[in-house]
């Protein structure tokens, strides 16, 4: 009897970033489902993944998004939380957008992934105990690093944060593991603009055959080495 493909739920698909990670895990031989707001299912069908529209700003979408992706794929093994939503305005005027708008950027960005965690450790207990499941969050320097001109989604960013890092303590070591997994310039340790596909998913897929926890943080370069924020430095 042959052993079921693992799936892995790619949220926030897109044609960098998302884009690159589906097709390694697909590579990897996973079922995958990808899931955006705006998405052409025929499209990431050819492609040969379930393609499952959603708003991540309206938790019945989320829940939705859920249901279908268990009833067609399975419960996920692995869950890539890539979402964003992001309203600029300046530095020097923080506060000029409304509230409604502030609110989904923060929605968006962090807050869902709350539900987005609880539904990823309700699939990981249905799943085999040898099997890793992971769940890793797209991130970025903001719990870090104050951007005035991108308040909302920095504020997304700190929940998104502190939700790995909650869930990581209490979960981690039942082997249902969480990630919050960023991106930087190896020589600067700022930002890398734009962000290198290839190195999200080559890190997220080697974060997630990971069999301990291991540090909730996962900083890493364009080249997809690992990345002491602290130190400065590249480890390795």
């Given at each position: 009897m042959s052993t079921?493909?693992?799936?892995?739920?790619?949220?926030?698909?897109?044609?960098?970033?998302?884009?690159?990670?589906?097709?390694k895990f697909k590579s990897e031989g996973f079922n995958v489902?990808?899931?955006?707001?705006?998405?052409?299912?025929?499209?990431?069908?050819e492609?040969?993944?379930?393609?499952?529209?959603?708003?991540?700003g309206?938790?019945?979408?989320?829940?939705?998004?859920?249901?279908?992706?268990?009833?067609?794929?399975?419960?996920?093994?692995?869950?890539?939380?890539?979402?964003?939503?992001?309203?600029?305005?300046?530095?020097d005027d923080p506060l000029a957008n409304p509230y409604e708008t502030f609110l989904?950027?923060?929605?968006?960005?962090?807050?869902?992934?709350?539900e987005v965690a609880?539904?990823?450790?309700?699939?990981?207990?249905?799943?085999?105990?040898?099997?890793?499941?992971?769940?890793?969050?797209?991130?970025?320097?903001?719990?870090w690093i104050t951007f005035p001109f991108a308040l909302g989604m920095s504020v997304g960013k700190r929940a998104m944060a502190n939700i790995v890092e909650a869930s990581a303590a209490a979960y981690g070591p039942l082997g249902y593991r969480f990630y919050f997994a960023h991106e930087v310039n190896g020589e600067t340790g700022g930002p890398q603009v734009p962000p290198t596909g290839q190195a999200h998913a080559d890190v997220f897929y080697r974060t997630w055959k990971q069999k301990e926890q291991g540090p909730w943080e996962v900083c890493f370069t364009e080249t997809g080495a690992l990345y002491d924020r602290a130190a400065g430095k590249v480890v390795s």
């Open positions: 079921p493909k693992p799936v892995a739920f790619v949220i926030g698909y897109g044609p960098n970033v998302g884009a690159a990670i589906a097709r489902a990808v899931s955006a707001r705006k998405l052409d299912e025929n499209a990431v069908k492609d040969g993944y379930l393609g499952i529209p959603a708003d991540f309206d938790i019945a979408s989320v829940r939705n998004a859920f249901n279908r992706l268990e009833s067609e794929l399975g419960p996920a093994a692995a869950i890539i939380y890539n979402a964003y939503s992001a309203s600029n305005t300046t530095d989904t950027n923060v929605t968006v960005t962090g807050v869902t992934l709350y609880r539904r990823a450790k309700a699939g990981f207990e249905k799943l085999p105990s040898d099997t890793p499941r992971a769940l890793i969050g797209t991130g970025n320097l903001q719990p």
